[in-house]
């Protein structure tokens, strides 16, 4: 992928340098790569960068463009979050209260939300039931971001399904990482290797410094694919204004 210096980069886009560090620090463009004291841009920037240049052309604020640009990270389109008639409502709002009942649930997801959909929720470690009516919210950030989805049309349903697709796959991540180092010292499954309680201590630590550096190993690659999903979706919405011109 190609990378601009700064300058480059607004010779590019048709717009300052100044502006390039404005709409970042409104943070509608993210930062460049860092190496050294250079900072260095990619072909997504150019992307966005043009974008927010032919949204203000349009008369859009700031404030609605960073919310159209959030909307884009999740693959939106852009007259979804128009006909919620609601920009920016109770996106990040959601209070994590340490209980909620089924009506409230309702409030967040939707009216149509069943007993099966709070299940299946529990079931991914979301919510946890809480005496006869009640539910507490075990993991808020997962809560939010699916009140944020279904706030302006994503079905229930189908992120509840994506959630367990996701998990599904982890899981097979997971199992990777802590394999690297298992079976270097236990062998494959149906072999055999001595150990004493002193090696198998052993394991289970290097198994645990694994930890973070898997963490950090599947972020990078997930921004990294996140980015490439996020330029096709600006170039959807920078197409679809174009056609509307």
């Known amino acids: 992928m190609k990378e601009y ?10 717009v300052s340098v100044r502006n390039v560090r404005v709409y970042q620090d409104r943070g509608l463009l993210l930062p460049p790569r860092r190496q050294g004291r250079s900072g260095w841009y990619s072909e997504n920037h150019l992307a966005r960068l043009r974008l927010i240049s032919r949204m ?11 919310e159209l640009l959030t909307a884009a990270q999740y693959g939106l389109r852009v007259e979804d979050l128009f006909e ?14 340490a209980r909620l009942t089924m009506a409230e649930l309702r409030k967040l997801f939707g009216e149509r939300t069943t007993a099966a959909d709070i299940e ?53 991540v997971a199992q990777r990482f802590v394999g690297l180092v298992a079976d270097h010292y236990l062998g494959t499954v149906g072999s055999e290797r001595d150990l004493d309680p ?3 201590r052993e394991i289970a630590t290097l198994i645990n410094k694994v930890r973070p550096d898997a ?13 490439q999903e996020i330029a096709k979706a600006i170039g959807r919405a920078a197409d679809q204004l174009q056609t509307d011109e």
């Open 5 to 14: 210096r700064i300058d480059d980069l607004a010779r590019e886009a048709g």
């Open 215 to 227: 963490n950090r190993v599947v972020q990078v690659l997930l921004a990294e694919s996140m980015e």
């Open 84 to 97: 919620t008639g609601d920009i920016g409502g109770r996106w990040g709002s959601i209070r994590q209260k």
């Open 120 to 172: 299946r929720t529990t079931e991914l470690g979301a919510l946890a039931a809480d005496g006869e009516d009640g539910y507490s919210v075990r993991r808020p950030q997962l809560v939010q971001a699916a009140s944020a989805l279904v706030e302006v049309g994503v079905p229930l349903e189908d992120l509840l399904s994506l959630a367990e697709h996701v998990r599904a796959d982890l899981q097979d």
């Open 56 to 66: 203000l052309d349009r008369g859009y604020t700031f404030a609605t463009i960073r």
């Open 198 to 200: 002193d090696k198998v």
